[in-house]
């Protein structure tokens, strides 16, 4: 583990000096407000896809039979797209740049993928519970496939998630990529290939900046086009999909040529006269950018004369961003970001236009800093000056890696509710499934799966004690006690700790080096212990007291929707994880708006497993 020091606040002072010009929507400096196209495929019915085969169908619900491959149980209803092994399914629409975002659903045992222009695979498998997922698990960039290479060697260029961040079959899982086309010249020449910007698997970054060389194995066609429909691989096995929303970005890009500048050695605390101020360097450039020679340590301005070519109508949103200093954006006559200002909106037709930017720097603190942004609903936001630009040093994560039982004590805030909880253990397994403890509560407050913590925020510099985890997290809502005594089963869940006699007593490590949780309630002595389950599905819970008491209840889960599926298996919440009970029954209730899972305590112990 790395510690960092030497942190510098760093404020960005705007620019004082004004100037006149027409009075235009101004977002506000520092909001950078997001122009976008986004459709929602309907699922009403399969009129959005090419000639869908009979595998294909619209449900109202779907669940899988945790005992049989393959199998996805539907109910009557839209909004969820169905599959059971047929033909691919092609949508109407073609796209070239792209950013989608989906849940599915993988039955159990179950193989699908989506084809980014019908020809770029990202796998789709029930990999629940796989250590060191390859390419070919579930959000995997698929590999391409050269017979020629020689027995064993076909397959090459395929990319493994980062981790697995799967869920268990049954669960919906939430998937999101943005990709960039294959660029083409005039004549149809390829002059820069395909890439995955990003792709997100249940909240976890899984790909970053992936090249794309050609087709993967399986693609529609081994050639590579501007566009092409999406393809969902419908011949491997039950999957569903449900909120497929995209962002399909067909419109030309406007881009900035003709660019000159002049430099100026002046604080600029007033509209600087240019007929007047001399300048003391001028240049031509390829790009508006902050890379020029010579320019001053500090209090200078840059003035860049440019000429913007529009090529097709539309909203043009832009952003500016000057640490240390200030600036000013004029399109044609009209003055599109103020001096002080870092957005601003304007309407435009096809055509040139010029451009004026006026950049300054005042403070010490700041390199030279100039980067301009556009978006437009029909483009994906982009940087049109030098992205070759300084910045600060940069902060290697501090990553804390459980390779062998780990624990660790911080602050921890919770994914649902914003509660912080502030005696937390956290227990990282080499099994890569991990918990959080609230030692306040006795209660167990979140589980996830993938790598254990990033404690940057907790020890970089002089931190703030909170620790992250790096996986996909699966909360249980706001912490409370874990055990109460009910005077029915329909009595009230106290959040307070007030008449229980609730005292921690810490933990004890075990011979495998994990740690088994005491505490007192009710005047009863209670030892809790959480284990990584077999194939790293999901933990088990023990609860047991020193001796048995009348009225005690655990709650197991609160949501707002629970379901039991089969004899000791819960749903909970939106298909999110599931409760395995052992040989006891519990109790669904509602209380306060939502639902709870309550099981008594009948004995000396309690004992379930959590499967995500």
């Known amino acids: 583990m790395r510690r960092w020091n030497g942190f510098r606040s760093r404020f960005n002072r705007l620019s004082s000096f004004s100037y006149p010009g027409t009075l235009v929507l101004l977002l506000g400096a520092g909001l950078c407000t997001t122009l976008q196209a986004q459709q929602r495929i309907p699922l009403n019915d399969l009129s959005a896809f090419q000639h869908p085969g009979p595998g294909w169908r619209i449900a109202g619900d779907v669940k899988a039979d945790l005992k049989k491959k393959d199998v996805?149980?539907?109910?009557?209803?839209?909004?969820?797209?169905?599959?059971?092994?047929?033909?691919?399914?092609?949508?109407?629409?073609?796209?070239?740049?792209?950013?989608?975002?989906?849940?599915?659903?993988?039955?159990?045992?179950?193989?699908?993928?989506?084809?980014?222009?019908?020809?770029?695979?990202?796998?789709?498998?029930?990999?629940?519970?796989?250590?060191?997922?390859?390419?070919?698990?579930?959000?995997?960039?698929?590999?391409?496939?050269?017979?020629?290479?020689?027995?064993?060697?076909?397959?090459?260029?395929?990319?493994?998630?980062?981790?697995?961040?799967?869920?268990?079959?049954?669960?919906?899982?939430?998937?999101?990529?943005?990709?960039?086309?294959?660029?083409?010249?005039?004549?149809?020449?390829?002059?820069?290939?395909?890439?995955?910007?990003?792709?997100?698997?249940?909240?976890?970054?899984?790909?970053?900046?992936?090249?794309?060389?050609?087709?993967?194995?399986?693609?529609?066609?081994?050639?590579e086009v501007p566009s092409g429909p999406l393809?969902?691989?419908?011949?491997?096995?039950?999957?569903?999909?449900?909120?497929?929303?995209?962002?399909?970005?067909?419109?030309?890009?406007?881009?900035?040529?003709?660019?000159?500048?002049?430099?100026?050695?002046?604080?600029?605390?007033?509209?600087?006269?240019?007929?007047?101020?001399?300048?003391?360097?001028?240049?031509?450039?390829?790009?508006?950018?902050?890379?020029?020679?010579?320019?001053?340590?500090?209090?200078?301005?840059?003035?860049?004369?440019?000429?913007?070519?529009?090529?097709?109508?539309?909203?043009?949103?832009?952003?500016?961003?000057?640490p240390g200093g200030g600036g000013r954006l004029t399109i044609g006559d009209k003055s599109v970001i103020p001096a002080g200002g870092s957005d601003g909106n304007i309407s435009l037709q096809p055509g040139d236009y010029p451009l004026e930017l006026l950049y300054v720097k005042r403070e010490d603190w700041a390199k030279p800093s100039l980067t301009l942004s556009v978006r437009e609903a029909g483009f994906r936001q982009f940087v049109i000056t030098d992205t070759n630009i300084p910045g600060d040093d940069p902060v290697d994560p501090i990553l804390v890696n459980a390779n062998?039982?780990?624990?660790?004590?911080?602050?921890?805030?919770?994914?649902e509710g914003g509660a912080k909880v502030v005696h937390a253990?956290?227990?990282?397994?080499?099994?890569?499934?991990?918990?959080?403890?609230?030692?306040?509560?006795?209660?167990?407050?979140?589980?996830?799966?993938?790598?254990?913590?990033?404690?940057?925020?907790?020890?970089?510099?002089?931190?703030?004690?909170?620790?992250v985890p790096q996986g996909t997290v699966q909360g249980f809502g706001?912490?409370?006690?874990?055990?109460?005594?009910?005077?029915?089963?329909?009595?009230?869940?106290?959040?307070?700790?007030?008449?229980?006699?609730?005292?921690?007593d810490g933990y004890v490590i075990d011979e495998a080096g994990r740690p088994v949780f005491h505490y007192t309630i009710y005047g009863i002595a209670v030892s809790d212990s959480i284990r990584v389950l077999p194939q790293s599905q999901g933990v088990y819970r023990k609860i047991s007291l020193q001796q048995p008491a009348e009225n005690l209840y655990v709650r197991v889960a609160v949501a707002d929707k629970i379901e039991?599926?089969?004899?000791?298996?819960?749903?909970?919440?939106?298909?999110?994880?599931?409760?395995?009970?052992?040989?006891?029954?519990g109790v669904i209730r509602e209380q306060d708006g939502h639902k709870e899972l309550i099981v008594p305590v009948k004995g000396s112990a309690l004992s379930y497993a959590v499967l995500f």
């Open 72 to 223: 996805l149980i539907t109910t009557d209803g839209t909004g969820v797209l169905v599959n059971k092994p047929g033909k691919d399914l092609l949508s109407n629409f073609q796209h070239g740049d792209l950013d989608i975002e989906l849940d599915y659903m993988m039955a159990l045992g179950s193989n699908s993928g989506i084809y980014l222009q019908g020809r770029y695979e990202i796998q789709l498998l029930d990999s629940w519970g796989v250590l060191n997922p390859r390419a070919g698990d579930n959000g995997g960039i698929y590999e391409r496939w050269d017979e020629s290479r020689g027995e064993g060697q076909q397959g090459y260029e395929g990319y493994a998630p980062r981790q697995n961040a799967s869920r268990a079959p049954g669960l919906w899982q939430h998937l999101s990529i943005s990709f960039q086309a294959p660029r083409f010249d005039a004549n149809g020449r390829k002059t820069e290939n395909a890439k995955i910007l990003k792709i997100v698997l249940n909240g976890v970054v899984i790909h970053e900046q992936v090249t794309l060389a050609g087709p993967t194995r399986g693609g529609l066609d081994h050639n």
């Open 231 to 322: 393809r969902i691989q419908g011949d491997h096995g039950a999957v569903a999909f449900r909120n497929i929303v995209i962002n399909n970005y067909s419109k030309a890009k406007p881009i900035v040529k003709e660019v000159k500048y002049s430099v100026y050695k002046d604080r600029m605390d007033k509209t600087p006269d240019f007929k007047i101020l001399k300048p003391i360097g001028e240049g031509i450039a390829t790009q508006i950018s902050s890379n020029i020679n010579g320019l001053p340590a500090n209090d200078f301005l840059v003035r860049y004369t440019a000429t913007l070519q529009v090529k097709e109508a539309g909203d043009y949103g832009f952003n500016l961003n000057t």
């Open 404 to 415: 062998a039982p780990t624990v660790l004590r911080s602050f921890m805030d919770l994914p």
């Open 425 to 467: 253990v956290s227990v990282g397994n080499p099994e890569k499934v991990h918990y959080t403890y609230d030692l306040d509560k006795g209660a167990m407050v979140q589980v996830w799966r993938g790598d254990f913590l990033n404690t940057t925020s907790m020890w970089h510099d002089r931190g703030n004690g909170t620790a």
């Open 478 to 504: 706001k912490p409370s006690l874990a055990i109460a005594r009910l005077s029915s089963p329909q009595a009230s869940w106290s959040n307070d700790t007030t008449g229980t006699g609730y005292q921690p």
């Open 564 to 585: 039991q599926q089969s004899d000791g298996i819960y749903v909970i919440g939106d298909k999110s994880y599931y409760i395995k009970m052992d040989n006891t029954g």
